[in-house]
């Protein structure tokens, strides 16, 4: 799926990638004000490589809950890069845009998830 759609949500996972980051350097420095930090983390995120050890400093501070949401987020970009984009892992079936619009880290249908979840309760 390389389209406008896919674009749209490859800025919402990296704008929600790099709020993730600004929360965590917000956490640790203190200093830094919440906005300054996500302009700070947007920066970076297009900076590849360059502040790559910074980042990975940066990741052995994230909570565990955190930690999931940021390989979530660059699990759902790589599937935009690969054009799978979408497409639920389970069952194949295209993820309704709606529920990828709440949710843009979804790579289930709401049937797969759901058994997913009544599975491992
Ligand atoms: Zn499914």
Redesign the pocket.
């Known amino acids: 799926m390389n389209t406008p759609i896919s674009d749209t949500f490859a800025r919402q996972l990296k704008d929600q990638r790099g709020a993730l980051l600004a929360r965590v350097r917000a956490r640790r420095g203190g200093a830094i004000g919440r906005a300054d930090a996500a302009a700070q983390a947007r920066e970076q995120a297009s900076d590849d490589g360059a502040k790559a050890s910074e980042e990975r400093d940066l990741l052995i501070g994230l909570e565990e809950r955190e930690s999931a949401e940021l390989v979530a987020i660059d699990a759902a970009l790589q599937r935009i890069a690969d054009g799978s984009y979408g497409l639920?892992?389970?069952?194949?079936?295209s993820i309704p845009a709606a529920r990828l619009h709440a949710r843009p880290t979804a790579d289930?249908?709401v049937?797969?998830?759901e058994a997913a979840e009544r599975h491992s309760r």
């Open positions: 639920c892992l389970q069952c194949g079936a289930h249908c049937g797969c998830q």
